[in-house]
């Protein structure tokens, strides 16, 4: 059972971003995972420099969009959000079920907190979210990408992004 865990988790790194390819129309956008993987960097960095708890923003991180391993990288524009929050919540109660019930417990406990966003570490993850879709944005825009096109993915983070320091952090980004 375990083991259909991690071929689930693996699942990840075929789910590309859909934004990336709706928005830019690019063939060959980031994966999930990579996405998953440069937030799980970014959250242990400003974790640790913060005095938060690592080792919750990053489980948090590594569960954030576990469940687009089944259900693919879903837009504003194909589902609600509320549809999404259901669909990805019933999701993720069947791929927690592969693991021992302490396991499914206490990820159910940071995977509820997350949608939720109910706890500190939560708040800084949506905002890692954000943060690191800005980082991809401006990658994507040295690389000759519409800046037009990508004014929307960093509005979003602006918008989003409302810790002091995260905040410094999305600034430089776009100057960058």
Do not use: C
Not at 15 to 41: C, T, Y
Not at 158 to 171: A, G
């Amino acid at each position: 059972m375990i083991l259909d865990f991690f071929y689930i988790s693996a699942n990840l790194k075929k789910i590309l971003r859909q934004g990336w390819i709706d928005k830019l129309s690019i063939n060959n956008p980031e994966s999930v995972a990579d996405h998953s993987f440069s937030m799980a960097i970014m959250g242990m960095i400003f974790s640790d420099l913060e005095n938060y708890n690592t080792e919750k923003i990053l489980k948090i991180i590594l569960l954030h969009d576990l469940a687009e391993s089944i259900t693919g990288d879903m837009t504003p524009k194909q589902i609600s959000k509320k549809e999404k929050t259901i669909l990805e919540n019933n999701t993720m109660k069947k791929i927690l079920n592969n693991l021992p019930e302490l396991l499914q417990k206490q990820y159910s406990v940071l995977w509820d907190e997350y949608q939720l966003n109910n706890s500190e570490e939560a708040k800084i993850v949506h905002q890692l979210d954000r943060l690191e879709m800005a980082l991809q944005a401006k990658i994507y825009s040295n690389e000759g990408h519409s800046k037009e096109k990508l004014d929307s993915f960093f509005n979003s983070a602006k918008n989003e992004i409302t810790t002091p320091k995260l905040l410094e952090m999305f600034k430089k980004i776009l100057e960058k």
